[in-house]
């Protein structure tokens, strides 16, 4: 599997992004998908994740209640959208493709195989 993400950018705080990530590959519908995030000076964390069949999501604390993830399985796509955007939200945001065929989708980067490049999001207080 093969990721590519886009989307970010710069954007004052209380604004909004969608991120997507594209996968290649015909099996992109059997993967639990996930977003992460990595700040200067820290480790990369877990932002949002969710199951093959997009009916379980889980999200960090940090970000619950303002971001949200979905995928469009006939589109092989991701997509993470951000609203109310904080200055701490700020670093590389990665997606990521998991194990196949679970329920409940993992939230630790070991459990997650695949891996975007990754986009930048920068928010200006």
């Known amino acids: 599997v093969q990721l590519v993400e886009s989307g970010g950018g710069l954007v004052q705080a209380g604004g909004s992004l969608r991120l997507s990530c594209a996968a290649s590959?015909?099996?992109?519908?059997?993967?639990?998908m996930g977003w992460f995030r990595q700040a200067p000076g820290k480790e990369r964390e877990f932002v949002a994740v969710?199951?093959?069949?997009?009916?379980?999501?889980y999200y960090a604390d940090s970000v619950k209640g303002r971001f949200t993830i979905s995928r469009d399985n006939g589109k092989n796509t991701v997509y993470l959208q951000m609203n109310s955007l904080k200055p701490e939200d700020t670093a590389v945001y990665y997606c990521a493709a998991g194990n196949k065929f679970q329920t409940v989708p993992g939230r630790s980067n070991d459990e997650y195989n695949y891996w975007g490049q990754g986009t930048q999001v920068t928010v200006s207080s």
């Open positions: 969710i199951n093959w069949t997009g009916g379980n999501t």
């Open positions: 590959g015909r099996t992109f519908t059997w993967y639990a």
